[in-house]
């Protein structure tokens, strides 16, 4: 399993519940970036990590968003008091560094706020 | 106003016609333009690349960028049925800030 890969592939919950989204990256790739595909929006970004770190949180919706990752690899995504809105695709790549030009996507996490 | 703007189709086409899919967009910093093809209920991945002005071509895909008129098109000529996805452009600056359009979804029928 050389790609992207993320879990759940799909997630149903109740709204106000909290959710937690996690990507596992491709081996070796420092920059690991987190996207929003909502049904006729394109892809809105999110957040991306250099390393460890999140230099620019700014893209996040709102502050139920949150972000972190550990190790330099896995990254996980979580969103407090989910509200129906929050109902989209959350995609995941990673990038060998920050920059460059080929970023490879996960399959995305499909969540659904009832 | 949205950064980039790209026509949600759907596009329905015969199995060997040529595709023109195409975006505008306002920002004239961006300098980094590529497509991504992305099949139903998995990630886009990368299909064509291409930095600055000017024409790539790979196999029966082509790119173009006209910076002076802020558009840019993907060509796919032949098409097949397997080339049935939504194409998503996407822009950046600097090579790691990407703005996406829409995405324009594709049929193509045998």
């Known amino acids: 399993g050389a790609g992207v890969s993320q879990s759940p592939s799909n997630k149903v919950t109740e709204k106000g519940k909290d959710v937690e989204l996690r990507c596992d990256p491709i081996?070796?790739?420092?920059?690991l970036y987190w996207y929003r595909q909502s049904l006729g929006q394109g892809l809105e970004f999110l957040i991306y990590f250099q390393g460890n770190s999140a230099p620019d949180k700014s893209g996040l919706p709102s502050d139920r968003f949150s972000a972190e990752r550990t190790g330099g690899s896995v990254s996980t995504l979580t969103i407090q008091r989910t509200q129906q809105e929050d109902s989209a695709v959350y995609l995941c790549?990673?990038?060998?560094?920050?920059?460059?030009?080929?970023?490879?996507f996960g399959p995305g996490t499909r969540l659904t706020v009832l | 106003q949205k950064e980039v703007e790209q026509d949600p189709g759907p596009l329905s086409v015969p199995e060997g016609a040529i595709v023109s899919l195409n975006c505008t967009y306002s920002?004239?910093?961006?300098?980094?333009f590529m497509w991504y093809r992305q099949y139903s209920r998995k990630g886009p991945e990368l299909l064509m690349y291409?930095?600055?002005?000017g024409n790539k071509e790979d196999g029966r895909f082509t790119a173009q960028v006209d910076k002076s008129s802020k558009y840019i098109s993907l060509f796919i000529r032949d098409s097949q049925p397997s080339d049935s996805a939504t194409y998503l452009c996407a822009m950046s600056v600097q090579n790691n800030d990407m703005r996406f359009g829409a995405g324009t979804r594709l049929t193509v029928k045998p």
């Open positions: 081996s070796g790739h420092t920059a």
């Open positions: 920002n004239s910093a961006f300098q980094y």
């Open positions: 291409t930095y600055s002005s």
């Open positions: 790549a990673s990038s060998l560094a920050f920059g460059a030009d080929t970023q490879y």
